[in-house]
C-alpha cells in the first residue's frame, strides 16, 4: 500500500534525502567509514557544518552579521535558553501566545524574570493569531511562533518593532520566502521541514549577544557556540549531516520561492476542498491559515473517528489532531508531495458522498 | 584497506548496528516508514524507548529506585544540569579533577554554587588517579570521571561515601560489570560504547531529586522527564534508536561479563606491547590504566609524526593524542575487534625495528 505520511514532527523527508543518509551510514563520502564513527573535529565533518551555516545563510539572505549553530534540545531548550542569554533583571520577555508552544514559551521564560504577554488568541480557542501587540516599554525582545503547528496558523507577515524580534520557526521554517532578516534570533527544531529530530537550528544576529551580566553555563551560552564554530562538543552528527542533505534538497529543488510554489498548491486545494465539503469545516480565520498544518474538523463529530478509521484504511498517516484541540490535522511539509494531498482530498470527498 | 578505528569518539560501531540502523532508515520495523519520519509519540517509538530503559536496567543490574533517561547535549550539558539540580545554596559541589573532563565539570559547576575540588591529580600531569578524597561537611554530592578518555585513566573501584555519588561514564560504560548501584546518578554521552552522538544516557535515584529551592527550566529538569517517561518533547529519535541496537547487542554478544573480557585482553596485548619495545613508553600509573583509551609516547618524540604516518598509511585511524597531552592514544571501545589491536601492535612492532 502507498502511505501518505502528513505527521506533524518528526515527518517526512525527501526520499533522496533518506537514501544518501542511509548510504553515509555504510560509508560517508568514500571514507571507509560509517558517518556515525567519524570524530567531530575531522576535516570531513566541520566541512559538513560549514556547508550547512553556508547554505543556512544562502536560503535566509543573511550577511555576516548573524551565525548560524546546530544545537541540541529542541525549541523547548530555546524556550529557556533564550531568556538566559537576552533577559536581564529590569527587562521584560515580551511574548505573543497564539498556541500551545507560545504558551510553553511563556511559562519557561518566567523562570529566568518577567514575562509580558503581548498579544493572546485564547479567546477564541487560538483559531487566529492575534496581532495586536502592546509592546512594555522595557520589552528586552519579542518573541512570536511563527507557525502554530497544534493549532493550524501561522504568521503571514511580522511585527515591526523596535526591540529584537524572536522567531520559533520550527515548524514552518524555509517554506517559503521569508524576511529572515526582520528577526534577531531564529530557531528552529529540525524534525519538520529540515532534517530529522535530534539537532536545532539557532541563527542570531550577534549584536544583541553579550548584554547581560548573568552567569550562563557554557553550553547554553550562545557566544561560546559562536566561538566554538558550533563544535563547543560533540554535536548531532548524523542529524546535523542529514539537515545538510536537506538544505541542499531545497537548493536543488529550486530554493524557497519553489517551496512557497508547491506548499501554496498543497494548501490551495486542502482548504478549496475542506470548503467545498459541508460535511467538513474548517475554523481558522482564513487570513491567518497555515500553509502547513491544515486544523479542521468533522461537521457532524460523531463521524470523525469513521473518518479517521478510513484514513488508516487509506495509508493517510498522522492526521488525528492534537490531543488538546482534536478534530484532524494534515501536515503539508516541504517533503509531502502534491500527490499525498490529492490522494487526501478524494478521500475527503469518497467519505462525504457516503454520509 | 581494511581500517582499523580507534577514534575516541564518536567511535566505532559493531557492524551489525549499523546494517540495522541503515535498514530503518528505508523502513523501520516493516512500517514502510522511516526511522526518521515517525512520530516519537507512536506507539512504535515509545516502545524503543521502553525497550532501551529496561536493557540499560537489567545490563546495570538496577532497581525501580532508578530511573533511565535519554536526553540531549551530552556530557556538556551534564556539567551543569546535575549541580542546577541538586546543588543547593548552602552545598558544595565536591569534584574530583583527575583530567580536561572533571575539570570542566568543576568550572560548569561553579555557575550555580559552591565548588570543592575534592581531589586532583595535575601535580603529575594527570597520569594518575588521586583517591584521596576529603569531602568538606556539606558536600551535596561527590562528582567522578570514571573514565578519561584523553589521560588514559580509569577508576578501577569507586570512592565509598557517605553523600550522593555522580559518575560521568561517558567513555567507559558498559565496558565490564561495573557497581552501578554504588551511583546515585550517572551519564554518558552514547557515541563511545552506548551507540551514536545525539543522546545522552542519564540513570538517576529518584530519592536524590526535589531536595533543591531553585527554578528549574522544564527541559533541565530530571524530574518533569521521568514524569514523561523520557519524551517531554521531541527526543533524538534515530540516536536513541542506534543505542538500542548497540545495548541489544551488548546483550547478544554475552553482556557485560563478555565485554570486560573483551576489552581486557585487547587492553593487555596494547599495555604488553608498549612495555616490550624500548621505542615507546607509557607513563600512565600501572594500577589507574584506562581499558578504553591508552596514551603513551615515542620514546623519542622526533620519532612520533613519522609513527603517525606510518599509522595513516596502514589504515589505523583516530590514533593521535589529544592537543593538549600529545602523543598516541588508542582507543579501545566495545565494538573494536581484537584484530584491530592485534594489527596495530604488529604496526608498533615493525616501526621499533626500523629507528
Same mark, same amino acid.
Given at each position: 500500500?502507498q502511505?501518505h505520511n502528513f505527521?506533524?514532527?518528526?515527518?517526512i523527508l525527501?526520499p533522496?534525502v533518506?537514501t544518501q543518509a542511509? #548510504?553515509a551510514i555504510?560509508?560517508?563520502?568514500?571514507t571507509?567509514l560509517?558517518? !556515525?564513527?567519524?570524530?567531530?573535529?575531522?576535516? @570531513?565533518?566541520?566541512?559538513?557544518?560549514?556547508e550547512?551555516?553556508?547554505?543556512?545563510?544562502r536560503l535566509?539572505?543573511?550577511?555576516d552579521?548573524y551565525?548560524v !549553530?546546530?544545537?541540541?534540545g529542541?525549541a523547548?531548550m530555546q524556550?529557556?535558553?533564550?531568556?538566559? &542569554?537576552l533577559?536581564?533583571e529590569?527587562g521584560i #520577555?515580551?511574548?505573543c501566545?497564539n498556541?500551545? @508552544?507560545g504558551n510553553?514559551a511563556?511559562?519557561?521564560?518566567?523562570?529566568f524574570g518577567?514575562?509580558?504577554?503581548?498579544?493572546?488568541s485564547?479567546?477564541? $480557542?487560538?483559531?487566529?493569531?492575534?496581532?495586536h501587540?502592546?509592546?512594555p516599554?522595557?520589552?528586552? %525582545?519579542?518573541h512570536i511562533?511563527?507557525n502554530?503547528?497544534?493549532?493550524?496558523?501561522? @504568521?503571514?507577515?511580522?511585527p515591526?518593532?523596535?526591540?529584537?524580534?524572536?522567531?520559533d520557526m520550527?515548524s514552518?521554517?524555509?517554506?517559503?520566502p521569508t524576511p529572515f532578516?526582520e528577526f534577531?534570533l531564529?530557531?528552529a527544531? #529540525?524534525?519538520?521541514?529540515?532534517g530529522?529530530?535530534?539537532?536545532t537550528?539557532?541563527?542570531? $544576529?550577534?549584536?544583541i549577544l553579550?548584554k547581560?551580566?548573568?552567569?550562563?553555563?557554557?553550553?547554553?551560552? %550562545?557566544?561560546?557556540?559562536?566561538e566554538?564554530g558550533?563544535?563547543?562538543n560533540?554535536?548531532?552528527v548524523?542529524?546535523?549531516?542529514?539537515?545538510?542533505?536537506?538544505?541542499?534538497w531545497?537548493e536543488?529543488?529550486?530554493g524557497?520561492?519553489e517551496m512557497e510554489?508547491? &506548499?501554496?498548491?498543497?494548501?490551495?486545494?486542502?482548504y478549496?476542498?475542506i470548503?467545498?465539503?459541508?460535511?467538513?469545516?474548517?475554523p481558522?480565520?482564513?487570513?491567518?491559515r497555515?500553509?502547513?498544518?491544515a486544523v479542521?474538523?468533522?461537521?457532524?463529530?460523531t463521524k470523525e473517528?469513521?473518518f479517521?478509521?478510513l484514513?488508516k484504511?487509506?495509508?493517510?498517516i498522522?492526521?488525528?489532531? %492534537?490531543r488538546t484541540v482534536?478534530?484532524?490535522?494534515?501536515?503539508?511539509?516541504?517533503? !509531502?508531495?502534491?500527490?499525498?494531498v490529492? #490522494?487526501?482530498c478524494? !478521500?475527503? $470527498?469518497n467519505?462525504?458522498?457516503?454520509i
Amino acid at each position: 500500500m502507498q502511505l501518505h505520511n502528513f505527521n506533524s514532527g518528526p515527518s517526512i523527508l525527501p526520499p533522496e534525502v533518506l537514501t544518501q543518509a542511509a #548510504a553515509a551510514i555504510h560509508n560517508f563520502n568514500n571514507t571507509g567509514l560509517s558517518i !556515525l564513527e567519524i570524530g567531530h573535529r575531522t576535516s @570531513w565533518f566541520v566541512e559538513v557544518v560549514q556547508e550547512a551555516q553556508q547554505t543556512v545563510k544562502r536560503l535566509m539572505g543573511l550577511g555576516d552579521e548573524y551565525e548560524v !549553530l546546530f544545537l541540541q534540545g529542541g525549541a523547548t531548550m530555546q524556550f529557556m535558553q533564550v531568556p538566559m &542569554n537576552l533577559l536581564d533583571e529590569n527587562g521584560i #520577555a515580551a511574548i505573543c501566545d497564539n498556541g500551545v @508552544w507560545g504558551n510553553k514559551a511563556v511559562k519557561e521564560a518566567s523562570v529566568f524574570g518577567k514575562v509580558q504577554v503581548v498579544s493572546d488568541s485564547s479567546d477564541k $480557542k487560538y483559531t487566529y493569531i492575534n496581532k495586536h501587540i502592546q509592546l512594555p516599554e522595557n520589552a528586552s %525582545y519579542l518573541h512570536i511562533t511563527t507557525n502554530n503547528t497544534v493549532e493550524g496558523t501561522q @504568521w503571514h507577515s511580522y511585527p515591526q518593532v523596535n526591540v529584537p524580534l524572536i522567531g520559533d520557526m520550527s515548524s514552518d521554517i524555509f517554506c517559503r520566502p521569508t524576511p529572515f532578516h526582520e528577526f534577531d534570533l531564529i530557531y528552529a527544531g #529540525a524534525q519538520k521541514n529540515m532534517g530529522a529530530a535530534g539537532v536545532t537550528l539557532v541563527v542570531v $544576529k550577534k549584536s544583541i549577544l553579550g548584554k547581560i551580566s548573568r552567569k550562563i553555563p557554557s553550553i547554553l551560552n %550562545y557566544q561560546k557556540h559562536i566561538e566554538a564554530g558550533s563544535l563547543l562538543n560533540t554535536p548531532p552528527v548524523f542529524s546535523i549531516y542529514v539537515s545538510l542533505l536537506t538544505l541542499r534538497w531545497i537548493e536543488k529543488e529550486g530554493g524557497l520561492a519553489e517551496m512557497e510554489k508547491r &506548499n501554496t498548491e498543497k494548501a490551495n486545494l486542502l482548504y478549496n476542498t475542506i470548503e467545498s465539503l459541508p460535511a467538513f469545516y474548517c475554523p481558522i480565520a482564513k487570513e491567518d491559515r497555515s500553509i502547513m498544518n491544515a486544523v479542521f474538523f468533522l461537521t457532524d463529530p460523531t463521524k470523525e473517528q469513521a473518518f479517521l478509521d478510513l484514513c488508516k484504511k487509506e495509508g493517510m498517516i498522522g492526521v488525528k489532531g %492534537y490531543r488538546t484541540v482534536g478534530g484532524i490535522r494534515v501536515s503539508m511539509y516541504n517533503a !509531502l508531495p502534491l500527490s499525498s494531498v490529492q #490522494a487526501f482530498c478524494i !478521500l475527503m $470527498k469518497n467519505f462525504a458522498a457516503t454520509i
